[in-house]
């Protein structure tokens, strides 16, 4: 079925899909309890920076989720992940079942991110210009820490590709020595590094001897934003966390 054919209902159940709904609570519940926050330590509540953030940042979040679904089309990430997990890896498949267009799903992405950008404007003009140039750079540092998550789940995913590489243990210390490398002071607890099989399972015994030569294998990485967070009190990317799944084949 094609989104622009379907009925009003059908369009709306397939949109939420491609948004990955459930998961906006990740941004719906840290900026409520940031809210929260400000009334019990200085019962303070103002309704409408409140709801302009709130809905900024869900949009944010889903131009975000439209984005990877748009950029991992482009580079084949998720065609080549044939066993996916629904909602955790792969995208949310819409594009790979030719229900949404590829060029949508980007348009929909920059009409998110953009009508967030005139939200965040209105934030700006209520609150003053310093916290654009505070958001300027706790943004600028999480896309940043994002690229660095990145680029060792690549790393981690190419050493366990190799058929010398034998243990997921090996590959799981090696991502997490890159991490500590480029951010000495990060607690071994803020990283968390996974090696998958072809169907998002645990590799029996860690032993990845037991991946056949061309079988799919994934590394996954998640490290937590705020350790290496340089600001703190600004709500909008508060508890975050920053995952990262590199699919590859086995040598």
């Known amino acids: 079925m094609n989104a622009q054919k379907g009925s009003l209902k059908q369009k709306i159940k397939i949109w939420l899909r491609?948004?990955?709904?459930?998961?906006?609570t990740a941004t719906l519940i840290p900026v409520?309890?940031?809210?929260?926050?400000?009334?019990?330590?200085?019962?303070?509540?103002?309704?409408?920076?409140?709801?302009?953030?709130?809905?900024a940042a869900v949009l944010l979040h889903m131009g975000t989720?439209?984005?990877?679904?748009?950029?991992?089309?482009?580079?084949?990430a998720d065609a080549i992940n044939e066993d996916f997990i629904p909602g955790f890896s792969g995208g949310s498949r819409l594009i790979q079942e030719g229900i949404?267009?590829?060029?949508?799903?980007?348009?929909?992405?920059?009409?998110?991110?953009?009508?967030?950008?005139?939200?965040s404007i209105s934030l700006i003009l209520y609150r003053g210009p310093l916290i654009l140039v505070l958001g300027i750079i706790d943004v600028g540092q999480f896309v940043n820490?994002?690229?660095t998550v990145s680029n060792v789940s690549r790393k981690g995913a190419r050493l366990a590709a190799r058929n010398?590489?034998?243990?997921?243990?090996?590959?799981?210390?090696?991502?997490?020595?890159?991490?500590?490398?480029?951010?000495?002071?990060?607690?071994?607890?803020?990283i968390q590094v996974t090696v998958l099989d072809g169907a998002g399972g645990a590799i029996a015994g860690a032993d990845l001897t037991t991946i056949n030569t061309g079988?799919?294998?994934?590394?996954?990485v998640v490290l937590q934003f705020d350790p290496v967070r340089w600001l703190t009190g600004l709500?909008?990317?508060?508890?975050?966390?920053?995952?990262?799944?590199?699919?590859?084949?086995?040598?």
């Open 18 to 24: 491609e948004i990955r709904a459930p998961f906006l």
């Open 32 to 55: 409520c309890f940031g809210a929260s926050l400000a009334w019990y330590y200085h019962a303070s509540f103002q309704l409408f920076p409140f709801l302009i953030t709130l809905i």
């Open 235 to 251: 709500t909008l990317l508060d508890n975050r966390t920053i995952t990262t799944t590199t699919v590859t084949r086995r040598e």
């Open 145 to 147: 820490v994002g690229q």
């Open 100 to 119: 949404l267009d590829p060029r949508t799903v980007y348009h929909a992405a920059i009409f998110c991110f953009a009508s967030a950008m005139v939200l």
């Open 65 to 76: 989720n439209l984005a990877n679904d748009y950029f991992d089309h482009k580079s084949g």
């Open 164 to 190: 010398t590489t034998l243990n997921t243990s090996e590959v799981e210390a090696a991502v997490s020595s890159y991490v500590t490398a480029i951010y000495p002071s990060i607690p071994a607890s803020a």
């Open 215 to 220: 079988s799919p294998i994934s590394v996954q």
